[in-house]
Structures are given as C-alpha cells and as structure tokens.
C-alpha cells in the first residue's frame, strides 16, 4: 500500500517529503541563507557564537539622509555574504513593518548579524540598519551606543542633505569610525565628483577614504564588507569579566513578552541564567538568547562584544527599559549611562472609539511604546471623548506612523485629535501636513 501511495504522489508532494525530512525544522533558515554561507553551526544547527573572539566581530550602522538607499545598500551586503539568498524580490529586507512597506521609508532600526570570510578568518559583522527621516533620530542615536563605527552613505544625484549633517556629528560627538560611501554612481545626473568635494569640505575627509558604489547594481558593494573589517575597530569588550549588557531597543511579542535587542559588553550569557535589571532590581531566567539573521536565530550564548536578542519574560514597558543595564543576578555591575531622553516636539492626544474600549487601547499604546520610546504618554480626558491619552512625537510623521502602527498592528482605532506643538505662554496647533 505503501509503494502504490509513492507511485501515485505528486511530483510536487514527493519533493515537499524530500525536503521536510532532509532538513526537518531548519528547512526556513536553509532556504533563506544562501549556499555560500560560512557560517559555523554546530551539530544541531545552531551558530557556535564561541568561535568569535572580541577581534573577530565589528559593530556598525548605515547612517544617511531619508531615501539615500541605506536599505538597499543593507540588502546588498546581506547577498554578498550569503546571510539571504541573491533573489530579485530582495527590497528592504529588514523594512520589516508593514508601514515601512507602505510608505517606502525606514522608521525602525533593525538590527542582523553576517559572517564574512576576510584574509582566512571569518568574521562576525553585526548590521544596525537605521532610519534617515528626522523624526526617528532617536532611533538613530540608540543604535550607535552599540556600534564602533559607521557607514556615512550620501546619494550621488542629491548631495550632504540635513540629516547627513546630523547623522555625522552624532557618529563623530560619539568617537566612532566613520567610512564615507557615495551612492547611486549609476545615475545619469550622479554628480560624483561634486559630492566628493561636498563631504571633504564639510566633513574633513580624505580623498583615499571615500567608497563608490550602486548598491542598486552592486557595483563596489563588496569593497564596503572588508573596509569594515579594515577601518571599524573590534568593541572594547572583556570576556573574563562579569557578564554586562546594554538593551538598546525591544519589541513587543504577544506569547513571549519583551524581546529585548542587546548589546554585549562583557562576559557571557547563556539560556537558563538568572539575570537581573540595574534599574528595576527585579530579576529573571533566560529562555532564549540568538541573533537575528535577519530572522531570529537561537545560539544558547552570546559573547563579549557581541550583538543579539534576548528573551526573559518580561513583560511590561517597565520591565524592558530602553537603555538599562542588564547583568547577572549573583555578579552586580557598574550600571552603563543609558541613553538621553527624547525630547517631544508635537503633541497629540488619541482617544477611544468607544469608552468601553478604553482598556484595549491603553494595553495597545503601551506595547507600541515599548517598541518606540521615545514616545512620551499621559492620562487625557475630554468632555466630548472621554478618557485618553496625551502622547508626545518627534514631529508630525512619527504621530502618523504611530497612529497607523497601532491600529495595523494591535487592531487599536482611536480618535486622533489635532496636533500641537508648545511655545511660551501656550500652544499653537499644527495646521500642517507632513512632506
């Protein structure tokens, strides 16, 4: 019965069999990373994170001005060191929102980790992927605390831009390495040789520092990987010592409850640790620690210097704070700075459809905030819609984004009311659109 049952499969249902039973659970992660990984897994096919001393593993980010094509530069580099496979479909792969989809930008910082083969050694090269919009410039400033260096990325046919300026001088006031890259060569209005004169005068570069690439086409692309390795230092990371790590960012997951994005600044930690938060005291266990590839990836450990997800059962905004310093429960540490607070710009105040809703919404603002912090909240009430909430943005697209990621993501309508922005002796409102 049972060969007459094979004789008669489909040829499709044949080669699902095949495959299922040849790579069982890590049939996802295979058919994602492309065959000229080197990635070193172990017998269960886990990343052997041991494997990578402090000397092996650069941290950095692609700093740049809104649509200067830092995520598909991002994209590029993930192909080029086998990470995701070379497919025409590949667009902002670490765009992962459905709002970033929507409106083509990036607004979250995301971070993925890739092995690159330089002079016999393979190295592990964590990506922090960071928005060039000005209203998500918090995003940008937390994903530099756990890096040592940056890609400075300038569009070819628009030049130093706004956000170019205050990219660099947060990269520089923060003392990491700085790789200027020009963009879109390909184009027929590029101006390379305008841009290069742009980026010397304003930012005191020499003429061998300079990058040329598509990443577009790919053109030079491959240059970027072994700069990185060349010119971006290893993280000043100790692994004798007590484990210390910085959260840097966290998202919110319905099952799990926080999944905390760390970075690793001494020792080790490993699934099932007792861990602790110097700014809450509260204490926990480890359930999952890995890195995101793009996708998350359990390794059991991470190491000093490196960059990765943690999983611990928190589950409030007051547990996963943003900038916290999380070490082993039995070895307390120095607690790190943290990070400066947002400073809102515009205020807005969203209220329930319905009071009876108003539970619901408060549960779906404060999981969104744990995601984005520098989003300030306060209790609100009106006469004519009841209780809600009070939330400060960075300007007026962070407050249409938000509102949109609330209602895509946690199903939450609300009532928006007009925004507003402070000034002395009152507020004004923003009768204006966002560009």
């Known amino acids: 019965m049972t060969m007459m049952w094979r004789s008669f499969a489909c040829p499709l249902c044949q ?25 070193p897994e172990n017998h269960a096919g886990q990343i052997n994170m041991s494997q ?27 192909e080029l060191t086998g990470t995701i496979s070379q497919e025409a479909s590949n667009k902002q792969v670490l765009d992962k929102l459905q709002v970033e989809r929507e409106r083509g930008i990036t607004v979250k910082a995301q971070t993925a980790s890739m092995f690159h083969q330089y002079q016999g050694k393979t190295y592990l090269l964590n990506l922090i992927d960071t928005p060039g919009h000005v209203d998500f410039n918090y995003e940008v400033s937390r994903s530099l605390a756990a890096c040592q260096g940056v890609l400075l990325l300038v569009d070819a046919n628009q030049g130093v831009q706004a956000q170019t300026v205050a990219n660099f001088y947060l990269a520089f006031e923060a003392e990491l390495a700085i790789i200027p890259v020009i963009n879109k060569i390909d184009l027929k209005q590029a101006d390379v040789e305008s841009t290069e004169e742009q980026m010397r005068r304003l930012f005191d570069f020499k003429n061998k520092d300079f990058f040329k690439i598509s990443a577009k086409l790919g053109i030079n692309c491959s240059e970027i990987l072994d700069a990185v390795i060349q010119r971006i230092p290893p993280p000043n990371s100790d692994h004798s010592k007590p484990w210390k790590a910085l959260l840097f960012d966290s998202t919110y997951n319905h099952f799990r409850g926080a999944v905390t994005n760390v970075a690793v600044i001494d020792g080790k930690v490993q699934q099932g640790d007792k861990i602790s938060s110097a700014h809450s005291n509260k204490s926990y266990e480890v359930q999952e620690v890995g890195i995101m ?3 998350q990836q359990s390794t059991q450990e991470l190491h000093a210097g490196q960059v990765g997800y943690l999983i611990a059962g928190m589950k409030s905004i007051q547990e996963a704070r943003i900038g916290d310093t999380l070490h082993l429960s039995a070895s307390p540490v120095e607690p790190l700075p943290g990070f400066k607070p947002a400073k809102p710009m515009v205020f807005g105040g969203i209220f329930p459809m319905d009071q009876s809703e108003y539970r619901d919404l ?14 300030t909240v306060a ?15 960075l300007g007026l697209l962070h407050m249409e984004v938000f509102n949109q990621r609330l209602e895509q993501e946690y199903n939450a309508t609300a009532i928006a ?17 966002t560009v």
């Open 417 to 433: 009311t007009t925004p507003s922005v402070p000034c002395k002796g009152g507020e004004i409102q923003a009768n204006f659109s």
């Open 15 to 39: 080669r699902i069999r095949l495959v299922t039973h040849n790579v069982g659970y890590l049939a996802p992660f295979a058919s994602r990373r492309h065959a000229s990984s080197k990635s």
């Open 379 to 393: 209790k609100d009430s009106s006469a004519a819609l009841g209780l809600g909430f009070r939330l400060g943005f």
């Open 52 to 78: 990578f001393p402090v000397e092996n593993i650069r941290n950095f980010s692609i700093i740049a001005h809104v649509d200067h094509g830092k995520s598909t530069l991002a994209d590029r580099l993930l």
């Open 362 to 375: 408060k549960v779906a603002v404060d999981r969104l905030t744990l995601n984005d912090s520098s989003v």
């Open 293 to 295: 590839s793009p996708d």
